[in-house]
């Protein structure tokens, strides 16, 4: 068909170039390359380009749709996004179903108790696609060793891929393109198109508990060729790859998950070694970063890098340069609930420049706190736009949103 196209075009575009003596009549070789001679062309034989039809997708969305998209929900959301919420469903029921098709996240986590068998997975995560008007992420945590939601569970028959400590300790960029390619595989098989790794934390202080093992090692240029391999393994592979914890949490002693962790590095030390893997990251277009609720003092000294315009737009978006999605880590963490309201918390993140928040204790309060925040004014619209329009696209080039 689109060879069809092309000759019809190329003899339309002969016929109007002879009329106006701009060919003589034995050229058979018809060139453009002015934007305006696509004007010239009947519109059904225009095939119009990837941008143009993100852009008539995002067109066609509500408000509410394109704010529902800047969420990353778990199972336990979709069940109870009113409530503090429990995490334990394995199949969904018409709740779920409603609630997906009320708020329309762009994305889905499963966590360990929504994972079974290998049947009950894939069960699920079709029924989440099937359920949904714009295709979803449906991601996981599977790094491999201590965090390795599928890895570790009995009733499925994808293997753990060991810590990324092992993989880094062989020095051998291949062996992290294996684990990536790897990963992607068995996340594919069971319906998973985001995986939530690489870990691009540079392990500076060796008593890190909540990192750990989970990091490639303590060499800023070693943990990069690692990061960019495993991100090139998985996204080559048709898997999503979502960096993390940015700016690095490699140093910290204490556990964000418990409570906000600060970090007194100056910032030309961070930027000579904890940036490092991240930037490595972004020259390998990754599409998605984390961002973690570490407090950076030395760039805004009371306020989580989530909720923080200078280190989000300001470090990551500006300095560094990254055009992809920028998404917050869990607001579930004890650095979000045990220091915020959740819709307070969800409005900062997005006014920080956040395009996805993962993971939120009340979702309702949090979606419904920036939805009134764009129609009153404190968050444009059109930043809610460039938003889902880094979602949409990094959808389309993943396969997962397929436009026409």
Do not use: W
């Not at 409603?98 to 994972?115: A, K």
């Not at 893997?277 to 000294?301: G, M, N, W």
């Not at 764009?374 to 809610?384: C, H, P, Y």
């Amino acid at each position: 068909m689109r060879k069809l196209q092309r000759n019809i075009i190329a003899s339309f575009l002969c016929g109007l170039m002879l009329l106006t003596g701009c060919m003589k009549q034995e050229e058979t070789i018809v060139t453009f390359t002015k934007t305006e001679d696509m004007k010239l062309l009947p519109e059904e034989y225009v095939i119009p380009t990837q941008e143009k039809l993100l852009q008539d997708y995002l067109a066609s969305m509500t408000l509410e749709e394109k704010v529902g998209q800047m969420f990353y929900v778990t199972i336990g959301n979709l069940s109870q996004p009113d409530l503090e919420i429990s995490n334990s469903i394995l199949n969904l029921t018409e709740t779920e179903i409603g609630v997906l098709q009320e708020y329309h996240p762009g994305g889905v986590i499963l966590m360990g108790g929504n994972i079974q068998t290998d049947a009950q997975v894939l069960e699920l995560t079709t029924a989440l696609q099937q359920n949904t008007e714009t295709p979803l992420f449906i991601g996981v945590d599977e790094e491999g060793g201590m965090v390795s939601r599928l890895g570790s569970a009995e009733g499925i028959t994808m293997a753990d891929v060991g810590t990324m400590q092992s993989i880094g300790s062989q020095g051998d960029v291949q062996e992290a393109y294996a684990v990536g390619t790897t990963l992607a595989g068995g996340l594919s098989t069971l319906g998973f198109n985001m995986d939530f790794a690489p870990v691009a934390d540079v392990l500076t202080n060796p008593y890190n508990y909540e990192i750990g093992s989970r990091s490639f090692g303590s060499d800023a240029n070693q943990v990069s060729g690692m990061v960019s391999s495993e991100i090139q393994g998985l996204q080559e592979h048709g898997v999503s790859a979502v960096t993390k914890h940015f700016p690095g949490h490699g140093g910290v002693i204490g556990n964000s998950h418990m409570n906000l962790q600060y970090v007194d590095t100056p910032l030309e030390a961070l930027r000579q070694q904890e940036f490092l893997p991240f930037q490595s990251a972004i020259e390998t277009k990754t599409d998605a970063i984390l961002v973690s609720h570490l407090v950076l003092q030395s760039v805004d000294a009371e306020t989580p890098s989530t909720l923080s315009k200078p280190v989000v737009t300001g470090l990551l978006r500006e300095e560094l340069g990254y055009d992809g999605i920028i998404m917050t880590d869990s607001f579930q963490m004890g650095s979000i609930t045990e220091n915020y309201e959740q819709s307070e918390a969800a409005v900062s993140a997005v006014q920080a420049g956040c395009d996805m928040i993962l993971m939120p204790l009340e979702y309702e309060a949090c979606y419904r706190g920036v939805l009134e925040a764009v129609r009153d004014g404190r968050i444009s619209e059109e930043q809610i736009d460039a938003a889902c329009m880094r979602i949409l696209k990094a959808k389309a080039e993943r396969g997962i949103l397929t436009l026409e």
